[in-house]
């Protein structure tokens, strides 16, 4: 299928054919697991019709939020949009974009509901509609946000490329892009990739995660982290026969806008000590998967998680220790001290799916 037919496709496929998502002939496009509480408390107060027809393969929304601009890519109908919404506060805004006309009706005629129940005097949520892979029609500046989410989303883009340079453009120095999403443990086949029903169920668009890394530090995201990550389970027969051997994983990633960062991680005698104040983490932070920090614990890090907790909105809450002067070689980037004590499932941060 060409581009226009396969966004067509999709848009149909949501906007018309599933009415909620168990319709979906998958679990690959839904999220299950227990989300963290500190996220669970702001679900609760989410419209049921806004939360019947999410589709998502994780809780791609990070901590630090207040007064902050939030983009969602492919927001549907607004469940993480209304989840932001009440993290950034009301001097903060959210702005969901989707292509699909039926999911953006539906979150906005919600939206003075949960200002509402959100206490706020006004909604600090706008939806807009357009395609992930160019948001300069939609209206989004330049350097606009301060951060991008995207749930289960960037499978479905035919132009991958174009949603991460995208992302990078409108975020501001320092931003981050913050995504969910369905990968594949190797490059599928034309006649898989292109099936429409298949990349609807968001296992056709999966990328092969080396080419996702790839693709991301081509577009200035120099240095991706992992967050968390959990086997896709296939129960359609049919389609595990069609898929084959291909092993499908929902990963959540995190990926900042910073220059100079380094290739690898390289060795300046710096460490780091988390102060607190983060809501959710107040005795231990999860910068990623193998980056934990136990509040007022130094721990060694290497240039590139250095500028990741001093020259983003993580600043306020770390004080790094040592300058980017004297170079030591490579650092030998493990697990910090307090990851290895505690749990990922203690972080909050994983994400299974039903």
């Not at 980017?324 to 697990?335: A, E, K, N």
Request: charged share 20%; aromatic share 8%; glycine share 10%.
């Amino acid at each position: 299928m060409k581009t226009e037919e396969l966004q067509a496709f999709v848009r149909d496929y949501y906007g018309r054919v599933l009415a909620s998502s168990a319709d979906l002939q998958t679990n690959a496009c839904c999220a299950s697991g227990a989300p963290p509480n500190w996220i669970a408390e702001r679900l609760a107060l989410i419209h049921p019709d806004v939360s019947a027809r999410f589709y998502g393969c994780g809780f791609p929304i990070p901590q630090a939020l207040a007064g902050r601009v939030v983009l969602d890519l492919g927001c549907g109908t607004g469940r993480d949009v209304f989840v932001a919404a009440q993290l950034v506060g009301p001097a903060g805004r959210v702005i969901g974009l989707d292509m699909t006309a039926a999911q953006l009706e539906l979150a906005r005629s919600t939206e003075a509901w949960h200002a509402e129940r959100f206490g706020y005097k006004e909604p600090n949520t706008q939806f807009l509609q357009g395609y992930i892979e160019d948001l300069k029609s939609a209206g989004i500046s330049d350097a606009q946000v301060d951060l991008v989410i995207s749930n289960c989303v960037v499978n479905l883009s035919p132009r991958k490329d174009l949603v991460l340079l995208e992302a990078h453009r409108v975020l501001k120095p320092g931003g981050e892009l913050y995504l969910s999403d369905v990968f594949v443990d190797r490059r599928l086949p034309t006649g898989l990739s292109h099936d429409p029903v298949l990349h609807a169920e968001c296992l056709g668009g999966a990328l092969y995660q080396g080419d996702f890394v790839s693709m991301a530090k081509r577009a200035g995201f120099l240095d991706p982290r992992i967050m968390s990550s959990a086997n896709i389970t296939i129960n359609n027969p049919k389609i595990r026969e069609r898929v084959g051997a291909a092993q499908f994983r929902s990963v959540t990633y995190r990926l900042f806008k910073l220059a100079g960062l380094d290739d690898q991680c390289e060795d300046y005698g710096q460490s780091a000590i988390y102060r607190g104040g983060i809501e959710g983490a107040g005795a231990v932070y999860w910068l990623d998967d193998h980056h934990a920090f136990e509040r007022d614990r130094p721990e060694r890090i290497c240039a590139n998680t250095a500028s990741m907790l001093a020259d983003t909105r993580l600043a306020p809450h770390f004080q790094i220790l040592g300058e980017r002067v004297t170079h030591f070689g490579l650092f030998p980037c493990g697990p910090t001290m307090a990851a290895s004590i505690h749990s990922t499932a203690e972080s909050g941060t994983t994400a299974a799916c039903c």
